[in-house]
């Protein structure tokens, strides 16, 4: 445990961090120290393991936040790690399995990522499984990782302004709580079940649990044979259309997002496969998140608005979701969204051009105060990876011309309406009676004086920012009048006067 703490790690860390504080600020050096160069960052990311590399994946979905060199360097880290030792393994594997189950197990992993490796082993001799070991030790050292990072953040914390520390703050508590989960191969092993149950309809192959054999150390499933979705070469020599399939995977995480709520939030290219079959597997459920249902509401609304390019409706549904403060220059912002619209629209540039007009745009609004609230972090995420096996095997794929049709296309879905006319006038008929007796209840309340207004969290954040600068002169003018009052008990009238004239001028130019 001592090495978790260790100086050169606690000051790896303190680059790290401080390296993010310095691109997000645009500047060159803090206390002498300069930030790290895209590839140190990375290896230094990779080097601190586990929790950095997931940390890192999440901040790369923010363009907002570091330039194209450094995204670039953010993007290829992944969970791909060196397998336990011999010996870590061989206690994971008396613990987990204190008696003998399989006739075969290899012991040489097929994958190997931060949290757990998996094995391929077989419980007879016709059924091939795939079983995930916890790494030994793991939750102590993301619960160890976690109190750095909260330390080191309570340090650069005032440096922020108050927008950008509350993503920070978003980003760190948010990952704090998944990676935690992520640790309990039981939490894994419910969220499959609930997945399978869930979306048994979607047409997309899930692993098949094994309770009996499976515990806090050890998941055993099914074994999904197939390929990674990103293994261009080998899905297209197999004679498969990718096409239908993406579509189908924007329409899975559409039902995921904005009608069911429950969401896979880790889906990069080795948890998406493709079978012989042409089918979607989807693997690894350590990381997966209900999604509110005002922010379900609040996307419908983003895509609403940016299908019929009503921009400042996509800013006031942006302001909800809580990726933009909610006193932030709508007009200024919905003519930001209109540029990046007609670039990611227009079939005449390619990705190229596309990336390098979106980054210069991205430039000239660093100071605009864009926000990330903890749902959206991994929508962000999803989103970019989807784009990127969209851009995989479609010329110039991106979100606006090729995502969102079919985004708007599930809109009805996501507001619960049926398939057929006749099944959703059916559906809203049976809803009157309590709609009724809502407003009656309604009519009830406001005649006893008891209707409530309720603030939004984005309100509510608006007021408490005014209030605190609105309070910050005359506090600070108390100070000065409560010491001005001291020094005049103490006799010494020059310094009382000056003090509360210093408190008058703060009051007056406040």
Known sequence: MSSLYSPRRLWSVFRLLLSFYLLIKKRE???????????????????????FIKLAQVLATRNDFFDESYLSALKTLHDDLPPMSQA??????????????????????????????????WVDETTKVAVKLRREGIEKRVRADIRILSLFNGFFRPLFSHTTR?????????????????????????NLEKFSSLYKDSGIVFPICYPSLSCDDALVMSFEEGWRFDNRDAILSHGLD????????????????????????DPHPGNLLVNGEGKLVLLDFGMVKRVP???????????KAANERDFEGYVSAAKRLG????????????????????????????????????????????????????EAIYILRVSAIIEGLGTTYIENFNGIKDILPILQKNIPRALGMKDSILETLIDEIKRIPGDINAFRRMIERASKGELSVELSAQQYEMIKKE????????????????????????????????????????????
Not at 170 to 190: D, K, P, T
Not at 293 to 303: F, G, H, P, V
Not at 343 to 372: C, H, W, Y
């Open 467 to 510: 209030f605190r600068a609105a309070m910050a002169p005359l506090s600070t003018a108390l100070i000065l009048a409560l010491g001005a009052m001291g020094f005049w008990m103490a006799e010494i009238d020059e310094v009382a006067y000056a003090l509360l004239g210093a408190a008058m001028m703060r009051l007056w130019y406040r």
């Open 166 to 190: 509350h993503s920070i703050e978003s980003v760190i508590a948010e990952f704090s709580s998944m990676i935690v989960q992520e640790c309990s191969l039981n939490h894994e092993r419910s």
């Open 323 to 374: 990726t933009v403060a909610y006193d932030a220059p709508s007009a200024e912002l919905a003519e930001f969204t209109e540029r990046m619209f007609d670039i990611f629209g227009n079939d005449a540039l390619d990705s190229g051009s596309m990336q390098k007009l979106a980054f210069e745009v991205l430039e000239q609004t660093r100071n605009l105060p864009f926000k990330l609230p903890q």
């Open 242 to 265: 990718i096409k239908p399939l993406i579509d189908q995977l924007v329409r899975f995480y559409t039902d995921q997002m904005l009608v069911k709520g429950f969401f896979h939030a």
């Open 293 to 303: 249902n005002d922010t379900r509401i609040a996307i419908i609304e983003l895509i």
């Open 88 to 121: 870590a393994y061989e206690r994971v594997m008396a613990k987990a399995f204190p008696t003998v189950v399989f006739i075969r197990f290899d012991s040489v992993p097929i994958a190997s990522a931060s949290i757990g490796q998996v094995h391929a082993a």
């Open 29 to 51: 050096t803090f206390l002498g120290v300069s930030s790290l160069s895209p590839d140190k960052l990375a290896s230094t990311i990779t080097e601190l393991g586990a929790s």
